[in-house]
């Protein structure tokens, strides 16, 4: 029987079913007003959602998408044979909800360089954009962790440094936008930060103001005294689409669509009101716009962030994944249920917030089996993730004397992940920009010790405390000696 699907275009909107929300604006009237650079499944679940709902009012805030690596090529195919337009599936633990988002107006891919990356570099320094956002993920702005710094050692900042015209580092193209629009006697874009990194628009900030000093002193200076870097908190579960996704979408809703977004219902976004160029009124659709992002970005960061790794490597080795599945076994909720409150003293009050409930309210997201989050997703890049949601928590820990154990139980457990061998002596993949020195590293603890992974991974000041690797080197004992269930067990009964 032949599919009765519709493939996803403007001209086939009116022939969607009536259950499917669609665009309630005149797309060919929006003009383009932010660049985006990192159009994945978080963005287009989360600002491209929020700017979507804009558009109804406000025509003026298209968004460009732009993508830098080699795996958007897809993302661009999937795109402009959909005129930009994609599906997104909003999952509670029970039903679906489903909408055509139309914010996406325009999709530049750069990996091919030439023209294309000048095509990326002169829609930032159109007059039209505003705002120039990214959800590139935390090894993309190339920072040294042992500092806090530009990674000037990285070949790909390197590469841009010499040649910051036709730059291939989100960086560099930020750069290489301002610089035009300086030399035009423009304004500057803001930055918009998006990705799940502590205080992001100074992070931002700070690698963009200490690369322009190399290329342009001038323009750091310009850069300094004009540009906004707003941090943002930026919160809602989005697994990577399945083949099962696209599939459900097409035989429950008769959507051809080559890749659809599915995420919780839950979605949350905190900005630094900061948009000398002016901003969308992403208010009017649920976002919160602050003076401070610190207080609601360090609640999410450690204690949401921070959870879904706690959870990730010792849920991995326990057999688990898929987020739902752990989290249906009594000794995972109940370690993840010790991990949040135990890092509780690490957040500050958060205005309007109640920490009990959202944490409550956490645990149910993770237990959502419509939304089915793949540990594996989770467990990627330990060696940005451990540093930005969970070091700051245990360096504050030890200053306060307050409880550790789990929070080394979950150190250990990422440890152990990265020996990059299962109980079963099955191989993991270990996708992270230093697997191999986390493999090199991990697996000398087996006769050296925490100690050393430690100090490397996280700071000189963890390693060299005394108290945690020792709590860190008996869980990997027992990891080592009798497996991770029986490591969360030993958790459950000293709880």
């Known amino acids: 029987m032949a599919s009765r699907s519709v493939k996803l275009s403007t001209k086939n909107l009116s022939k969607l079913k009536a259950s499917v929300g669609k665009p309630k604006f005149d797309r060919s009237t929006v003009k383009t007003g932010i660049v985006h650079l990192g159009v994945g499944g978080f963005h287009r679940s989360h600002q491209a959602m929020y700017t979507h709902k804009v558009l109804e009012e406000d025509p003026n805030w298209g968004i460009c998408g732009v ?76 920072v040294d962790d042992s500092t806090g710094d530009l990674d000037v050692k990285n070949t790909m900042i390197q590469h841009d440094l010499a040649n910051p015209n036709v730059p291939i580092t989100p960086v560099g193209y930020i750069v290489a936008g301002l610089k035009k629009r300086m ?55 989005t697994p990577s689409t399945t083949d099962a996704d696209i599939e459900y ?24 009101d900061k948009f000398p160029l002016g901003r969308p009124e992403w208010e009017k659709t649920g976002a919160l716009m602050v003076a401070d992002v610190e207080p609601y970005e360090l609640m999410k960061l450690r204690l949401l962030n921070g959870s879904h790794s706690a959870l990730a490597y010792l849920s991995y080795l326990a057999g688990h994944r898929s987020v739902h599945q752990a989290m249906e076994d009594d000794l995972v909720y109940s370690f993840i249920e010790r991990y949040m409150n135990a890092v509780t003293p690490t957040v500050p009050d958060v205005p309007g917030v109640d920490l009990v409930a959202y944490k409550d309210t956490l645990r149910e997201r993770f237990s959502n089996p419509n939304v089915s989050d793949q540990i594996t997703r989770l467990a990627e890049d330990g060696s940005k993730k451990m540093v930005g949601f969970i070091r700051g928590s245990i360096s504050e820990l030890l200053a306060s004397g307050d409880d550790t154990t789990p929070v080394a139980a979950a150190v250990a457990g990422w440890i152990r992940f990265c020996r990059g061998y299962d109980e079963k002596g099955e191989e993991i993949e270990i996708n992270d920009p230093q697997a191999l020195a986390l493999k090199e590293t991990a697996n000398k603890t087996k006769t050296q010790g925490s100690s050393d992974f430690l100090k490397r991974f996280l700071s000189e000041e963890i390693g060299s405390n005394a108290r945690f690797v020792s709590q860190v080197d008996g869980f990997l004992q027992t990891l080592d000696n009798h497996g991770a269930s029986e490591l969360l067990a030993q958790l459950a009964k000293t709880k």
């Open 249 to 272: 979408l097409s035989k429950a809703y008769e959507i051809e669509d080559a890749w659809p977004v599915c995420a919780e219902d839950y979605t949350q976004w905190v900005i630094e």
């Open 183 to 237: 030399d035009s006697g423009m304004a500057p874009y803001t930055v918009l930060s998006c990705d799940n990194l502590p205080m992001n628009g100074r992070l931002m900030e700070r690698v963009v103001g200490q690369y322009a000093e190399i290329v342009d002193p001038q323009l750091a200076n310009w850069i300094k005294e004009y540009t906004a870097f707003p941090s943002t908190m930026v919160d809602r579960i």
């Open 67 to 142: 993508g830098l690596v080699p795996g958007d090529k897809k993302m661009q195919d999937a795109l402009s044979a959909q005129d930009n337009l994609y599906t997104l599936m909003s999952k509670t633990s029970k039903a679906t909800t489903v909408e055509v988002i139309g914010s996406i107006v325009d999709y530049l891919y750069a990996g091919n360089g030439g023209d294309a990356t000048a095509a990326v570099i002169n829609r930032l320094a159109s007059p039209d954009t505003r705002i120039a956002s990214l959800t590139v993920t935390e090894k993309a702005y190339t």
